[in-house]
């Protein structure tokens, strides 16, 4: 038997599985997860920091607002501005020194200390709402004021206090604190239409920002927190006491003495009792506003912050506004009408077309309607003289002679037209001459017939008149609408030895740094000759002298011509002397009559005489 040991069969070590080593898979799920949060939230921050709609301002040069253009008359005083936000931009080295201290010294002490945000006023700001449990105090820096005017909204929430309070952090990195103050006193709204310092100057004391006084910066530096309720101009007593609190502030920070704090108080301010308004010049500003408008654009004009130089004359306009109301006046009292008519009157320099008057009505405050350079108006006897021009041009002399006797036309319908004189009376043989003094239909009519009508409008054309002019015998008498501007214009042509201007309003253009910007001055256009032009002027002057304008007479070397259309719905008259030419009209809105025996002689003639004896003074 063996020895061999026996060994016990045990079943065969089976191996384990080996366990697989933990994966990267969690850790990256997590890591993709956080990831994509974070995107989530960049992208949402990215979202509503693009929704805030915020300017790119990293230098004082990106800080463009709506800037006013500023219109000068031709011996360069301001007469006016046109404008969205009426706003004009000017450095620091434009205001007087003591102006940003003012409002520094009054709206955030700390400016210069603190980095955008004011945490200690905004913590008491914040604990004085929550007493009154209203949001009545924000406790904002001067940078926070314009972040909000820049970039926000004026809800008061606290979502847009912390908004508010980021952008103007980021601001503060940005810029200077003297840039971050240049822009708020140019930006903040001060009341009564005006934004920033020199609006506000111009607004509430006829003055530059320049030319402020201490008194005056106070009154300006206590608007910010309420323009409305401390307007010196309808508030008196509340803006007193506002400006009291600016000279408080500005002494206790020796910015000043309590002497002269003292004095400023005391001292009488001289206010724009008005404020800004266009009572004077709104029609014409109005029509340099479509002219700019139409050379350069909106954005240009509303934003460039441009200087316009014009035309006007700024005493003439003032004549030209008095005696045209002076004459509606007259005419409403003696039809004893309730409703008031309307004018218009038109003034250019005889020799270069320059407008020295524009109104277009009674009233601008009451009615913008521009009846001077948009109204078409039926001109009656008025168009006469360019069918005698064509005439005189084509060879015919004043002393020929046409029969003024009744006759008819047969107009192409079948039906037959019979005119009349004004006077319902005949003349028999009467020369050309006479026909245009005494303002004669039927002589006119044969003219039109023998001169033929394209070249009168072909004439009329070329001295400027651009409104319809029908092809038809109605013509000689005034029949075609044409606007007030380019009747007066094309009479210049009588007045200046047959040349022609186009009517200007602008001589020159500099945008906010100063440079000329280009403005067309077109040249002038020969019309009639020098020859035609003198014999009308001739005519014109009788017409005046013994005949239907018989009521301009007092204006020295003055020729004239007056209109009335049927059932006297207009009166016109339209005069020059070397210098000056004019135009008046007169009439309703609504193209009803202004009454009987308004004619252009009785009602238009003495506002055109008044004015140009006044213009004659100046």
């Known amino acids: 038997m063996s020895t061999k040991a026996v060994r016990k069969k045990t079943p065969a070590r089976r191996s384990s599985p080996r366990k697989k080593p933990l994966g990267h898979t969690p850790i990256i799920v997590f890591l993709l997860a956080i990831s994509g949060l974070v995107t989530l939230c960049i992208g949402i921050a990215l979202a509503w920091f693009l929704s805030l709609d915020i300017p ?50 009054a709206e955030d002490s700390r400016y210069f200390e603190h980095g955008g945000l004011d945490i200690w006023s905004i913590f008491r700001a914040a604990v004085n ?67 920033g310092v020199e609006a506000a100057a111009r607004i509430y004391f006829s003055k530059t920002a320049k030319e402020l006084d201490l008194a005056e910066i106070a009154l300006l530096a206590g608007l910010p927190q309420s323009p409305s309720r401390y307007s010196p101009i309808k508030h008196w007593n509340a803006a007193q006491a506002r400006q009291r609190y600016v000279l408080n502030r500005m002494a206790e920070e020796g910015i000043i003495s309590a002497a002269r704090a003292r ?74 009408n309730k409703q008031p008519p309307q004018g218009a009157l038109i003034a250019l320099d005889t020799a270069s077309g320059s407008i020295r008057a524009l109104v277009g009505g009674k009233d601008y405050r009451k009615s913008a309607y521009n009846r001077a350079v948009v109204a078409k108006r039926q001109p009656g006897s008025v168009f006469k003289p360019f069918i005698y021009a064509a005439a005189f041009e084509r060879g015919m002399s004043p002393e020929k002679e046409l029969i003024d006797a009744p006759f008819s036309i047969k107009n192409r319908d079948g039906s037959v037209w019979q005119p009349q004189n004004y006077s319902h009376k005949y003349y028999g043989a009467t020369s050309l001459g006479e026909a245009l003094t005494f303002s004669r239909n039927i002589i006119t009519i044969k003219l039109l017939q023998q001169t033929g009508l394209q070249p009168v409008i072909r004439l009329a054309k070329d001295a400027g008149i651009t409104s319809e002019l029908k092809p038809e015998l109605p013509l000689a008498l005034g029949a075609s609408p044409v606007t007030i501007l380019e009747m007066t214009a094309a009479y210049t042509i009588f007045a200046n030895q047959g040349l022609y201007h186009k009517p200007r309003a602008i001589t020159r253009v500099r945008d906010r740094f100063g440079r000329v910007k280009p403005w067309p001055n077109p040249d002038a256009k020969k019309v009639v000759s020098a020859q035609t032009a003198a014999t009308v002027t001739n005519i014109l002057t009788n017409v005046i002298n013994r005949g239907t304008g018989k009521q301009a007479q007092g204006v020295a070397q003055a020729a004239g011509k007056t209109g009335t259309s049927n059932d006297n719905r207009d009166a016109w008259f339209i005069g020059y002397s070397p ?40």
């Open 129 to 195: 709402n929550l007493r009154s449990g209203k949001r009545s105090q924000g406790g904002s820096t001067i940078t926070q004021q314009v972040t909000r005017a820049l970039m926000l909204s004026r809800e008061k929430t606290y979502f847009r206090k912390l908004t508010e309070a980021i952008l103007a952090y980021r601001l503060d990195r940005m810029l200077t604190k003297k840039e971050v103050l240049n822009i708020y006193l140019n930006e903040i709204y001060l009341g009564e239409g005006a934004y």
């Open 579 to 618: 210098k000056l030419t004019t135009g008046v009209w007169m009439g309703h809105d609504r193209n009803r009559t202004l009454g009987r025996g308004e004619t252009g002689g009785r009602a238009a003639a003495p506002i055109w005489k008044n004015f140009m004896q006044a213009a004659a003074r100046e």
């Open 56 to 105: 790119d301002i990293r230098s004082a040069a990106d800080y463009k607002p709506l800037v006013a253009t500023t219109i000068f008359d031709k011996d360069g005083a301001p007469i006016d501005a046109i404008y969205k936000d009426y706003r004009i931009v000017i450095s620091d080295k434009q205001m007087p020194p003591l102006l940003p201290k003012a409002f520094v010294a």
């Open 263 to 336: 004095k400023a108080y005391e001292q009488k301010v001289r206010l724009n009792p008005s404020g800004m308004h266009k009572a004077a010049s709104g029609y014409f500003t109005d029509y340099v506003r479509s002219q700019l408008e139409q050379h350069y654009g909106k954005k240009e004009l509303f934003r460039e912050g441009l200087t316009v130089w014009t035309t006007l004359d700024s005493s003439m306009q003032r004549a030209a506004i008095q005696s045209l109301q002076q004459g509606l006046q007259t005419v409403q009292k003696r039809q004893n």
